[in-house]
C-alpha cells in the first residue's frame, strides 16, 4: 500500500508522500522549503520567507472567526540522515524508501524515515490547506537545520512568532503533552595525532554491530550501548597488542552512535584477536540491553603506513574513555532524565586533526554548562582544543497555560484519555522561541515515532490519524 491510499488522514499523508520523495537532509531541505511555499500559494496562502530561508505560510481566518487568537503550527524541515551500511543510499538525490506495513510506516531498515519532523510538517501544511477547517488566522512555521543545531531558530525573524499560541508538532510522542524542554550545547575537542611507521604485525579493521543508536535525548535511558565508549574501552584493554592508526564513526552529535571502527595492525592473529573481542562483548553486556547480534567484527586490511605513536594512543583512548556519556542525573520530578551526555561522533578532519563531539543536556541550564566546562577540560587535559558550538536553552513549563488545558481536555473529548503533562530531555525549537517571543503559549504535542535518527525509525499510522483529529479540533476550538 502507498502513502496516499491510506484511508484516514489523507490530507497528511499527501503531504508526507511528498516531503519523503524530495530529498531533504539537514542543510539540504530548501528544495523543499521551496516545494512546500508553492503548495501553499497554489492554495491562495500568504508565504513570507526570513533572511535564513525559514518559512512562515499565512492563512486568513475564516468569515466570523476574525477575532479569534493567533495559532501557529510548526515543525522543521530537516531529517537526520543515517543509512545501513554498505548502502548506496544517497540523500542528495534519492527519494526515501517508504514501506506501509500494518500499522507502521518505515524505510524498510534502509535508512531513517525523517518522520522527525516529516510528519508534523505534513499534518501543519494539510491544516492551512484544508479550507473545511473553520478557525481564526493560522499559520505554518517550517525551519531550517534544526537536527545540526537548531540553526533555523536561532536566525529566526522574531515576526515570525506573531501569535498567541504555538503547537509544536516535533515531539515524537502522543502519550502525553510536553511542556518544557531540555538546555544544551555540542563540545568538540580537536587533537593532532602523532604518527610512527607501522610496526610488522597483522592489520584488521575493527567495528562494532549491532547497536541500535537512537536520538541522544529521547532514548538515551534506554541502554542502547555507545559504539564509540565500547571500542575504546576494548583497545585499551589490548594493551601494546594493538597499535591504532585510526579511529571514526557518527555522524551527528545528537545521535547515540551505533557504529565506530578502528584499524589496527596487531600481534595477533585474527583468531586470537576475534576471541579476545567476543570475551570482551559477553562483558559489554552485562551493563546494558544488548541486541543479540552484538559484537565486534574483526576483518583483515590492507596495512596502513603509519600508525599513532605510543604515547598519543595512550593519551587518546584514556581521554576516551574518561569522557561522560550516558545518563548523569534522573529527574523524579519530571519523570525523565535531568541531566545526560552523548558522545556522537569521532572523524578525521581534512587538517589531519581527529574532531571528538559530545552532546551534554539538561532540563537546568546551570548543569548543562558546568558540564560542558567539565568537558573542555577533559580536552584540555588530554592534548585537545575544546570548542563550544551552538548553546540552547532549555524551555521553562508553563502551568497555568490556556493552550495546554485546551489540548488536554479537546484529546479527552476525543479518546476519553487526560493525558499528563512533562517535560521532554530533548532540545525543542521551543526553548528558542521562549526568550524571542515571552507571551507566546506553546505546547509539543505530535504522532508516536520510534527510534529516531535510527535506521529503525517507524510511525505509527493510528496515531497520525488520533493527532490529525485531535489537532483540527484543537484549532478550531478558539
Sequence with gaps: MKLTELPEARGTWKFFDLICSTPHPSGGERKLAALLADKAREAGLHVRTDSFGNLRIDRAPAPGFEARPGIILQAHLDMVPQKRGGSTFDFAKD????????????????TTLGADDGIGAALAMD???????????????????????????????????????LINLDSGCDSCFYAGCAGGVEDYGHF????????????FRIALRGLLGGHSGSEIHRKRGNAHKF???????L??????????G?????????????????????????????????????HFDAPENFGFDVTPCPAPEKVWDTAFQTTFLDMLTALPDGVLEFAEELDSVRTSCNLGIIRNAP????????????????????????????????GGMPEEQRPYTGWKFDPDSRLLAAARETFRELTGKML???????????????????????ISFAPASWNEHTTEEYLEIGSVTVVSRWLRRLVMRF
Excluded at 545521535?255 to 570482551?280: N, P, T
Design 239 to 248: 594493551g601494546g597488542a594493538v597499535a591504532v592508526s585510526s579511529i571514526a
Design 351 to 382: 587538517d589531519g586533526k581527529i574532531v571528538v563531539g559530545l552532546h551534554p543536556r539538561s532540563f537546568d541550564d546551570a548543569a548543562w554548562q558546568e558540564l560542558s566546562s567539565r568537558i573542555c577540560e577533559i580536552f584540555r587535559k588530554f
Design 192 to 203: 593532532t595525532p602523532q604518527y610512527r611507521n607501522a610496526p610488522a604485525g597483522n592489520a
Design 420 to 442: 499528563p503533562v512533562r517535560a521532554i530531555h530533548a532540545g525543542l525549537e521551543t526553548g528558542l522561541f521562549a526568550p524571542m517571543a515571552p507571551e507566546l503559549e506553546m
Design 127 to 165: 491544516m492551512l490547506t484544508d479550507p473545511e477547517v473553520e478557525c481564526g488566522p493560522l499559520a505554518g512555521l517550517f525551519t531550517l537545520e534544526e537536527e545540526i543545531g537548531l540553526n533555523g531558530a536561532r536566525a529566526l525573524a522574531p515576526a515570525f512568532l506573531e501569535g498567541k499560541f
Design 231 to 237: 571500542l575504546a574501552a576494548f583497545l585499551k584493554s
Design 95 to 110: 527519494p526515501l524508501p517508504v514501506r506501509v506495513e500494518g500499522n507502521k510506516v518505515h524505510c524498510g531498515g534502509e
Design 250 to 286: 557518527g555522524s551527528v552529535v545528537n545521535a547515540i552512535s551505533r557504529e565506530s571502527e578502528a584499524v589496527v595492525v596487531s600481534s595477533l592473529s585474527a583468531d586470537e584477536l576475534r576471541a579476545q573481542a567476543e570475551k570482551f562483548a559477553a562483558t559489554l553486556e552485562e
